[in-house]
Every structure is written in C-alpha cells, then in structure tokens.
C-alpha cells in the first residue's frame, strides 16, 4: 500500500488509490518467516550499500533487494526493513546513492551490514556529491536518484528510484568479479561458474 507521505512521482509511476500493492484476499496463510528465509537463502543475490542523508547525517546500509525495473525511465527499486537502523534516515531523504558492488567491496558489504557501527567513522573512504548525498568512493559503479515512491509491504518498504545520474570507474588492474550473497556466504561470481 503506497506509503501515507509519498513523494510525488510522474503519472505512470502513481500507484493507483484504488490498486494496493498487496490485496488481503491474495494473501496465503501457512508459511512461517523461518520457512520463508530458508527458501530465499538458497537464491543468490547481487549485493549493493544504499546512502542517504536527510539532515540528520549520513546512513547505509547493505541491501540485496536491488533491481532494475524500467530503463525508460531508468527506475530501480530496493526494499528496506524497518528493523534498520537506516530506516528511518532512507524514508524521509528525497534521494540515494546506490553502489553496485563487486568482491573488492566485500568489507564495504560487511560493514554496512554491521549493527552498532559508525559506517562513516573512515573519513577517507567516503565522500558527498554535489547535490549533498554521501557516497563511498571505492564501488565501481554509483548510481544516484531521486526516489519516486515508496511502498509498504510487510514488515519492509520498498523504494522506488528514478536514476539521474550514474558513474562507472574503469579499473582495469583490478578486473571485476561480481559480488553475491547465497546462504549467509559472501560469494565471488566468476567467469569458471558459467554453464554455457
């Protein structure tokens, strides 16, 4: 169900007040979240860090919620749950950094994954854009957005993010090797595991 203080989005992103995200009588009892998790840990997902700063300072946090949805315009969404203590700082920012990242960022993914730890304390390591939002500098690949709407679903709420501008950093000494996340393992995705 869109969230009580959307941002306003453009026409064909506005979920309709009649259509929510979930409808009770779809919904299907009898699976415990433990069944739930366990099914979802043995499907591998990309890993990115998500930064936001509403006022209030810079926020992270580690998601592998992260997919495109339309590349007219370029959307992508991500969900966040309300256990995080990002949360709050995410929902109210009117924009993200989303950093894809590959396996020289596995301590980056740790670290933002971390409760209890200042993700910022390494001043060198971060930085601000222009229009104010905190970025890591060593992810390859940045993208920052303006998020469009947000949905609540469950315990979680998921983002939409219209990307406005993206920054890839070549660095060809050091080749990528994608980033996954399978059954609470950080995993290198490499060439020897394709199958065609």
Known sequence: MPSNNPVTAPSVLAPSSSSPLVDDADLVEGVSADEFRAAFRNHAAGVAVVTADAGQG???LTA?????????PPLLVFSV??????????????????HLLDTND??????????GV???ADETSWGRLATGEPYYLSPR?????RIVNRYEAGTSTLVVVNVTHTA?????????????????TWLALDRSAALS
């Open 118 to 120: 200042d993700r910022f």
């Open 81 to 98: 749950s309300s256990l995080s203590s990002a949360a709050p700082v995410i929902l109210a920012a009117s924009s993200v950094v989303v």
């Open 168 to 184: 890839s950093i070549d660095q060809p000494e050091q080749p990528a090797v994608p980033l996954v996340y399978h059954s609470r």
């Open 58 to 60: 810079p926020v992270a």
């Open 106 to 115: 596995v301590e980056l993914a740790r670290l933002c994954s971390t409760s």
């Open 64 to 72: 592998t919620s992260v997919f495109s949805v339309s590349a007219t």
């Open 141 to 145: 690949i940045r993208l920052r957005g």
